[in-house]
């Protein structure tokens, strides 16, 4: 008996050691009242998919997370390539994992600085407005820095420092989530001003 109490012991100390260790976070005052935090005790925290959000130096993603459960309808954003851009499987990259609860602004290359987003990656022409609705659970955070390696990039130039200001808002497998991301056709979206993303560009 005592040796299946000290194997069972031993195992959830294992256990313990290398599940992830997230520091304290201070709670977006962008978000309050729209949204709360929750704990690794609430039974809808593994929702978030913390383990997808959060990365090593160097990989993008974010640095640490904070799960919060989305209590008032808000808008989110995402910068994508446009619709006239496809995969071989024929799908734009207009609903991926990656958002912003903050809407777009500044000059394309800041955004990308900012967020930490490879050129491979994205583009970030286009921008679509969606809508988290509330009782979405996601994982919010800084994002971590993106090595040249991480691009793609074999001349080594480009890379992003990690950005403690600008959070990211990382929803797990999007695709499968129409009930919390609505968005509407991408009709509604604009190609932004490279100048101004805020703004549609004109030509």
């Given at each position: 008996?005592?040796?299946?109490?000290?194997?069972?012991?031993?195992?959830?100390?294992?256990?313990?050691?290398?599940?992830?260790?997230?520091?304290?976070?201070?709670?977006?005052?962008?978000?309050?009242?729209?949204?709360?935090?929750?704990?690794?005790?609430?039974?809808?925290?593994?929702?978030?998919?913390?383990?997808?959000?959060?990365?090593?130096?160097?990989m993008g993603g974010v640095s640490d997370a904070l799960v919060v459960r989305i209590t008032e309808d808000i808008p989110v954003y995402r910068m994508w390539n446009g619709p006239a851009k496809?995969?071989?499987?024929?799908?734009?990259?207009?609903?991926?994992?990656?958002?912003?609860?903050?809407?777009?602004?500044?000059?394309?290359?800041?955004?990308?600085s900012n967020y930490e987003i490879c050129q491979g990656w994205n583009d970030l022409t286009w921008v679509a407005r969606c809508t988290l609705k509330a009782g979405a659970v996601v994982a919010i955070g800084p994002g971590q820095s993106v090595a040249p390696e991480t691009c793609g990039d074999p001349t080594g130039k480009e890379n992003y420092a990690a950005n403690t200001r600008d959070w990211q808002l990382y929803?797990?497998?999007?695709?499968?989530?129409?009930?919390?991301l609505v968005c509407p056709a991408d009709t509604a979206d604009y190609e932004a001003d490279p100048t101004n993303i805020a703004q549609a560009r004109t030509r």
């Open positions: 008996m005592n040796r299946v109490f000290s194997s069972a012991f031993a195992l959830s100390s294992l256990l313990a050691l290398s599940a992830p260790v997230y520091a304290e976070l201070p709670f977006p005052a962008q978000l309050t009242g729209k949204a709360v935090p929750l704990t690794a005790a609430d039974p809808d925290y593994t929702r978030a998919v913390v383990t997808a959000a959060v990365k090593p130096n160097g496809k995969d071989a499987r024929g799908n734009t990259n207009r609903l991926g994992g990656w958002w912003s609860y903050d809407a777009p602004t500044g000059v394309v290359g800041g955004y990308r929803v797990d497998k999007p695709w499968a989530r129409s009930a919390e």
